[in-house]
């Protein structure tokens, strides 16, 4: 157990539907990172925060967005959602705001729309 | 912009022998360079991390390499086993202010 956890576990949902998936990081920890995760894909960075604020972005649609919290926990929110939106969604945090601590992965939200 | 790339993206070795991942960086400034691995259904996790002043780390049959010159840096796992079957992830950052950048990964199989 990683100590971060990610709800819900699973999500099925139609398209053109939003969802929110929510993310509690390790305590102590203070960045939160969303990654995308499509059959036999790797692990594609969405979005990371540090303290609240917003600190780096990858390939995130701008369908999708997200913010973290005062007490540092993390939301997702996916809208629009079309069929290839359907993958793992995996959160992760550390303790400091740049990518050279160690991360720790959450057990993941299983998105499947249709 | 920065990028990792890794290979193979599939490898199947005999349990007992050796297996090698490459993995090259874009950004001569990177310095931080994890790897993780990720079971079947399971979530990521680092096994073993490399910072730039050094050039070998190993941890019982994990062992990373580190070339700066050449921008690349391996993982090496000897004498697997079966518990070794997994995809594993290389990824490199430029520390202090940087975010993180992943390989797209390797699926490793040991046969038995």
């Known amino acids: 157990d990683s100590g971060v956890t990610q709800t819900p576990k699973h999500l099925i949902t139609a398209t053109g539907q939003r969802v929110t998936l929510r993310c509690s990081p390790r305590s102590g920890d203070l960045s939160v990172y969303w990654y995308q995760q499509s059959l036999d894909q790797g692990l594609q960075f969405l979005i990371q925060y540090y303290n609240g604020e917003e600190r780096a972005k990858g390939n995130i649609l701008e369908r999708f967005s997200a913010q973290q919290f005062p007490d540092l926990h993390s939301e997702l929110n996916l809208s629009s959602l079309e069929l290839g939106d359907s993958a793992l969604y995996f959160c992760a945090s550390s303790v400091g705001a740049s990518g050279a601590y160690e991360q720790y992965f959450g057990p993941g939200t299983r998105l499947t729309v249709t | 912009g920065e990028n990792v790339e890794q290979h193979p993206s599939t490898l199947s070795v005999q349990e007992g022998d050796s297996a090698v991942i490459k993995c090259t960086y874009s950004?001569?400034?990177?310095?931080?360079f994890p790897w993780y691995k990720q079971e079947l259904g399971k979530r990521p996790q680092l096994i073993i991390d490399?910072?730039?002043?050094?050039g070998e780390k190993k941890d019982q049959r994990i062992a990373v390499t580190l070339n700066k010159t050449a921008k690349h840096f391996s993982l090496h796992i000897t004498e697997t086993q079966p518990e070794d079957s997994a995809v594993y992830f290389c990824?490199?950052?430029?520390?202090?202010?940087?975010?993180?950048?992943f390989g797209k990964g390797t699926r490793l199989h040991i046969l038995p």
């Open positions: 950004d001569s400034a990177s310095n931080y």
């Open positions: 990824a490199a950052s430029r520390g202090r202010d940087d975010k993180i950048i």
């Open positions: 490399i910072r730039s002043n050094v």
